[in-house]
């Protein structure tokens, strides 16, 4: 083991272990549930998984994007599924964030020491609203309004052609996307399973509408329905409650300004980058690519996806693309990349960002079934990504001690 | 002929012209080929032009718009939404050549839904498992169908006791005949056509016992269309309803003096006191520095391209519901005067689309009529 | 138990319109106000590193409302977070990040504009679910109307002490520079003021108001470097009750009563009645005022109307700002009384400061009806 360099992160107050998971089925057709019905589905799983009834929890943490259901204070009805009734109930949104920003949410409420046990709920309905229309909507209303639309920019393409030429680039992303989706084939729960072969590559490359751009739409993620629920338990809890909790070693969120300017004659340090090293740097954590086992990435299409490898690795060059190319990215790589499938196969957008340390923890806890990865996975790494270019990011681990 | 969850591929081209909704393509012209490759499948052409529909069937396509390209069991399974179109055209399974909004923006106006064909063989050849014993004691009979047309045929069917065969061919020793169109047969069958209208006005023919012919109606169950009784179970009532509250939107001094500079033709910021960077829009406050700006600097009118988006599927307008005309193309630049980080987004003239590249140099097109609002800058063009 | 300070608090002046401004200059202000006040920094080694934001997407009309604040609040390569219920709720999770260890300082800030939609009743009405209650036309105004019919009955409340309520909160606002509604009104003018949704009259509701406020909390080990005058976040409580207005009590204050009972839990406050000396409530219509006091345990159970005439709102010092009744806008309503309160315990509430208060009070409530409620203790 590598020697121990001191390490400035702050001082928790108590350890957090993740101690229950729940998830719904992602998919485009949930009509025959209602959002609280859909939210108490989920958090009857992650009760059962725990082992835990309604009473154990302390505090509940709720969190969607409001406007694509377009319910006012959502979590006020949601009450009939989420079981808050008679506790302490917190809500926080973040936009595409969220999910992440509630696990980080509860981590304090818990390490506090104000919570014991607290139940933490992420997730979207989006066949009940407008999507695009929603997401539009987070623009400034009197100009960036007119000229957003939705998600969708060709931009990362566009630079990563320029940088590593047309084909590689072009065959990096598709490989990208084929891998998610082998690796969303395995996951039962994942929305979109298409079995894609590498053979497929230079046809998809090549025929795949253009959204805008090189940025086609098989590379885009899906908008999916779906709820996922964790249970987070303060250190003496967690051990009465399960004898695998996971630990949730440190968190940080980075935003950056308004106006999304990035896209210059310069292009500033990403808040990837800036979370990454910032978190590394207080955790002593020198070498990313040998610390750890499991990268859960917040990836919306396979552009950003593969571009964010090198950010948050802090990598240089096309590290990023010749550790694709070499399968270092694979489930039995080096640093195996979105076991679950990830966002392009699966985004229930308030409940995406929690998905990630969620399957870092199934995976941690060796409960990921068919997509678990096969060597002991130990120390986990979970993205959270919204708004104007936002990043959560997150440390699991299996032991404590760290 | 090959069939696809009980349909080919040929109806749904053979039943446009009944599920046209003309008032669904007002000032739509476009020509959309269909490529399907495979057994039952083939060529045609929808042309959509004038509110009128034209469907022909070809052995090779001629330009046009768009060309849908899918496999037989795909093509029908995304029209009866036994496959998700959706997913289909995510794995390649659907693929389009040119311009994908016709299709996206133009179809799903321009048809009422498929509904699979019923044929009349189908609802001959379902006798048998709708037939009520029960009824049919001391029944004895022999009765032809003899159906005409397309999808026609001939059937004899013969109850004794207390079961009921079916067989090709017409015997010759019916104790009833029933001779009528293939389609007026399944129009009885269905409820579409209403059976005293029928008979009586001669589009059914009935020879032999005619009461005997009167009774066969309660010896069997009602027909239901493959997928009906699928769908009684599935009923959804979808409620649409679009909330809307009307806002008044602050500018702020800030944006105040974006628009007024807008209305006079002038790109106006706001230069950071302390990194001396420069907001296009101006803003309050320097994120970076955490503090007041309030240095309004005009930049410009011209800027250099840094990045190009070309945008091929344009999102709706969520207030308006409408869609911007594809592909159009937006650019990211630097305004002569402002500073390398911070760049601006708009659209470029659609007449410059093919030949804009970053490092360019571009001016802004204003409109002529212009009050401080969006639409007073209507695009960039090339500086040339 | 580790405290958690309130060093520095600033208020945007509560108006019906402040349509000459947008909520970034707005923020602006009061990010200076706190800075000029506290010397705070975002500073990456011992400046702030995280921010709690609290605004309401469906009033401001923006997904992510807060996206349009990050460059005002200090967020450009900081965290922030956004309470997306009232803000009062918003400082106990602040509490909460602070004692974790994962920050030391915090700032908080919060923006509304209620002037900015046509209509809040339109806006409330979507707070309901979309297959029964919001297509009976159910919004907070309404719900607050039946509750008001309950409550007026339990606790013998009167049209009268009703108006004695609302004279006696323009009378606070008048001293309150920053407050919205400081017209003066008699006994009279509230009592034959039109129905707006009975028993709730014109006068009893809160005119719609547009305001911005921030707050920095700092760790007890690092408070004095902001301020030598720290309030102490010494108890924090909120509960939620049932969605369905028809499984509630609606006058039994269950949600209230959790929350002070986890509030004063907290801050070890075994008799508020001899303890509190100014409170800071959200009264968003005026029957609210007797009945939230009988939930936080001042008045007694039912006796809010002797309450009221026994001058109780008096003695306890309640709402000196002229509270949420005088206007204020909803998602941050908790967070202008937590600032009043805050002024009162540093003793800079000027012409509207209670003698000697030593621990206050402060409550908000998110939902229709008060179906969740946020208690605050807060002590010198």
Redesign the interface.
């Known amino acids: 083991m590598a020697k121990k360099q001191a390490s400035h992160a ?4 108590r350890n957090v272990g993740i101690v229950g998971i729940g998830q719904t089925e992602y998919s485009s057709h949930k009509e025959y549930q ?1 959002q ?1 019905e859909m939210i108490n589905e989920g958090i009857r799983a992650a009760l059962a998984d725990a082992g835990l009834k309604l009473s154990d929890i302390d505090c ?1 943490v709720h ?1 969607n ?4 259901e ?11 599924g989420t079981g ?12 595409g964030t969220t999910g992440a ?1 509630l696990v ?2 509860a ?8 919570y014991d046990v607290v139940m933490v709920i992420g997730f979207e309905k989006l066949q009940e609203g407008h999507t695009t229309g ?2 539009t ?2 623009a ?2 009197l100009w960036f309004r007119h000229l957003q639309t939705g998600a969708l920019t060709a931009t990362t393409a566009t630079r990563m052609i320029s940088e590593f030429g047309e084909e590689r680039a072009k065959k990096a992303s598709m490989r990208y996307r084929i891998m998610m989706d082998k690796h969303a084939c395995l996951n039962p729960r994942a929305h979109r399973r298409f079995g894609l072969e590498y053979d497929q590559m230079e046809d998809l490359m090549n025929t795949s509408p253009m959204l805008v751009g090189e940025l086609r739409l098989i590379h885009m993620c899906s908008q999916s329905d779906g709820c996922c629920v964790m249970i987070l338990a303060s250190e003496e809890r967690a051990k009465q409650i399960t004898n695998k909790p996971v630990w949730i070693r440190d ?8 106006n999304i300017n990035i896209f210059g004659l310069k292009i500033p340090e990403t ?1 990837h980058h ?1 979370a990454a090293r910032k978190l590394y740097a207080r955790n002593a954590i020198t070498d990313p690519i040998t610390y750890f086992n499991v990268f859960e990435m917040y990836d919306p299409s396979s552009w950003w996806g593969l571009d964010w490898l090198r950010e948050f690795f802090l990598l240089k060059g096309d590290e990023h693309i010749t550790m694709l190319e070499n399968g270092d990215w694979d489930m039995d790589g080096r640093v195996p990349l979105n076991p679950s499938g990830g966002v392009i196969s699966t985004n229930p957008i308030g409940a995406t960002a929690m998905l990630r340390p969620a399957e870092v923890a199934l995976q941690i806890r060796g409960d990921a079934g068919q997509h678990q990865l096969r060597h002991e996975v130990r120390h986990g790494l979970a993205s959270g990504f ?3 270019f936002w990043t959560v990011l997150m440390m699991l681990e299996k032991e404590l001690g760290w | 002929m090959a069939e696809y969850f009980g349909s080919k591929v040929e109806d749904i081209f053979n039943t446009m012209p009944a599920r046209f909704l003309p008032q669904g393509v007002a000032g739509v012209d476009v020509v959309i080929g269909y490529d399907i490759s495979g057994e039952g499948g083939g060529r045609w052409t929808v042309t959509i032009r004038d509110a009128t529909l034209a469907v022909a069937a070809v052995a090779e396509l001629p330009k046009c718009s768009v060309v849908l390209i899918s496999d037989p069991e795909t093509f029908v399974g995304s029209a009866l939404g036994k496959i998700d179109a959706a997913e289909a055209f995510g794995a390649g399974k659907i693929k389009f050549t040119g311009d994908i909004t016709a299709v996206l923006n133009v179809l799903p106006k321009a048809f009422s839904p498929f509904k699979p064909v019923v044929r009349a063989g189908a609802i001959i050849e379902s006798m048998p498992e709708r037939f009520k014993p029960e009824k049919a004691e001391g029944v004895n009979l022999k009765i032809g169908y003899d159906l005409s047309g397309a999808d026609g045929g001939a059937w004899t069917m013969l109850i004794k006791d207390g079961t009921c065969t079916l067989k090709n061919g017409l015997d010759s020793d019916c104790t009833v005949t029933m001779r009528m169109a293939a389609d007026v047969f399944v129009g009885l069958n269905t409820g579409k056509i209403d059976p005293a209208a029928a008979f009586g006005g001669g589009q059914v023919k009935i020879e032999g016992d005619i009461m005997a012919a009167g009774t066969t109606a309660k010896l069997f169950g009602k027909f239901e269309a493959a997928g009906a009784q699928e769908k009684k179970g599935e009923e959804l009532i979808s ?1 649409k ?1 679009i ?1 809307t ?11 105040g003096k974006w628009f007024a500079g807008l209305k006079d033709k002038r790109i106006v910021g706001t230069r950071c006191p302390q990194c001396h960077r420069v907001l296009v829009p101006p ?6 520095c ?1 503090v ?1 700006t309030d240095d309004f600097v005009e930049v410009g009118p011209k800027a250099t391209v840094c990045l190009i988006d070309t945008v091929y599927y344009a999102s709706p307008d969520p207030l308006s519901g409408q869609v911007r005309h594809t592909p159009y193309a937006g650019a990211y630049m630097v305004f002569d005067g402002g500073t390398p980080y911070e760049s601006f987004a708009m659209e470029i003239n659609p007449k410059d689309m093919d030949r804009i590249k970053p490092g360019m140099k571009v001016r802004p097109v204003w409109n002529t009529e212009r009050s401080g609002t969006f639409t007073d800058l209507l695009y960039f063009e090339i500086d040339d | ?1 580790k405290k958690v300070a309130i060093c520095a608090v600033a208020q945007h002046k509560i108006e019906p319109d ?8 707005m923020l ?1 202000e009061i ?2 106000d706190i800075q000029s006040q506290t010397g705070f920094t ?1 500073d990456e080694e011992n400046g702030v590193h ?1 921010i709690v934001t609290c605004s ?3 009033f401001d ?4 409302s ?7 609040v ?12 009232d803000g009062l ?1 918003a400082l ?2 602040a ?9 030391d300082v915090v700032y908080v800030a919060g923006h509304s ?1 209620e ?5 809040r009743n ?10 029964y209650a919001r297509c009976l036309g159910f919004d907070y105004l309404n719900a607050a109307g039946l509750q008001a019919r309950a409550y007026m009955a339990k606790s013998k409340i009167t049209d009268r002490q009703l108006a004695q309520v609302v004279v006696r909160a323009r009378k606070w606002a008048s001293r309150n520079p920053n407050a919205n509604a400081r017209e003066q009104l008699s006994l009279g003018d509230v009592m034959y003021s039109p129905m707006l949704c009975a028993p709730i009259r014109t006068r009893h509701a809160y005119p719609v108001s547009d305001g911005a406020v921030g707050l920095l909390l700092a760790s007890e080990k690092r408070a004095h470097e902001f301020t030598d005058n720290p309030v102490w976040i010494t108890g ?9 207005l028809g499984d509630r009590d609606l006058a039994s204050n ?1 949600a209230l009563k ?2 002070s009972g ?1 509030a004063y839990k907290m801050a070890g406050i075994k008799d508020p009645k001899k303890t509190v000396d100014v409170v800071e409530l959200m009264d968003c219509y005026a029957y609210q005022q007797p009945m939230w006091l009988e939930g936080l345990g001042l008045a007694d159970d039912g006796q809010g109307g002797a309450f009221i005439d026994a001058s109780g709102p008096a003695s306890y010092n309640v709402n000196l700002s002229g509270g949420h009744l005088a206007g204020t806008p909803l998602i941050i309503g908790g967070l202008y009384r937590a600032v009043e309160a805050v002024l009162q315990l540093k003793c800079k509430a000027g012409e509207h400061q209670a003698a000697d208060a030593e621990c206050a009070l402060v409550q908000s409530t ?3 009806a008060g ?2 409620h946020t208690v605050l203790v807060l002590e010198h």
């Open positions: 702050h001082k928790k107050n209602n609280a509940v969190g994007m409001e406007l694509f377009m319910v006012h204070q959502p979590d006020m009805w949601h009450e009939l808050a009734f008679g506790k302490p109930q917190f809500r926080i949104t973040t936009g920003t980080c949410a981590d304090n409420l818990v390490a506090s020491g104000m929603g997401i909507n987070m400034d209303p968190h940080i969120t980075v935003h950056r300004e308004e808040t800036c919204g708004g104007t | 409620l309803c909330p509250i009307n806002q008044r939107f602050a500018t702020g001094t800030h944006m803003s309050e406050v320097c994120a970076i955490r007041r | 138990m402040i349509w000459y401004k947008r909520f970034q200059g602006l990010l200076e975002f995280d309401d997407d469906v009309a923006r997904t992510i807060d996206n349009g604040m990050t460059d005002v200090g967020a450009h390569y900081r965290g922030e977070e956004k309470m997306a219920q709720n106990g999770y509490m909460s990040m602070i004692l974790s260890g994962h920050d504009k002037s900015q939609g046509e209509s339109m806006a409330t009405n979507l707070a309901y679910d979309p297959f924090f409580g909120c509960c939620m009750d049932r969605y369905f269950f959790q929350a986890r998110t939902g229709g179906q969740f």
